[in-house]
């Protein structure tokens, strides 16, 4: 379908979902029948969409060849945890040792 937004003309394709079966009559709305459907499958979003604002190129989303499989992801989740209980580990580390440096020695 082809669509227009101030003067710039694009295609339009609706996503199309598959339903296993309509049901019966739900009711009426405003003079119209309407009925439940049920889907096969959810629709899925679109996650990489290019947009064009003032004529700077946008994305939006994670392109497709930066997705990780799940392994990946779990070994950088743990990653980035063992990274942050070091820093807090070095943080706690220097603030005792600024700590002990400002305690006045007690000569016997």
């Known amino acids: ?3 227009s937004y101030r003067g ?5 394709t609706p996503a199309e979902v598959d339903t296993i079966s ?3 009559l739900a ?3 405003r003079g119209l029948d309407w009925k439940f459907c049920n889907q096969k499958k959810a629709p899925v979003q679109q996650t990489t969409v290019e947009l064009k604002y003032r ?3 946008l994305t939006t ?3 497709q060849s930066a997705k990780t ?3 990946e992801q779990a070994r950088r989740l743990m990653m980035d945890r063992q990274v942050k209980g070091d820093k807090r580990q070095r943080s706690m580390l220097s603030r005792l040792t600024a700590e002990l440096k400002s305690v006045p020695v007690l000569a016997h």
């Open 1 to 3: 379908m082809k669509l």
């Open 8 to 12: 710039t003309t694009y295609d339009y």
């Open 22 to 24: 309509e049901g019966e």
């Open 27 to 29: 009711g009426k709305y």
């Open 55 to 57: 004529g700077v190129a």
């Open 61 to 63: 989303g994670e392109p």
């Open 69 to 71: 499989s799940a392994p």
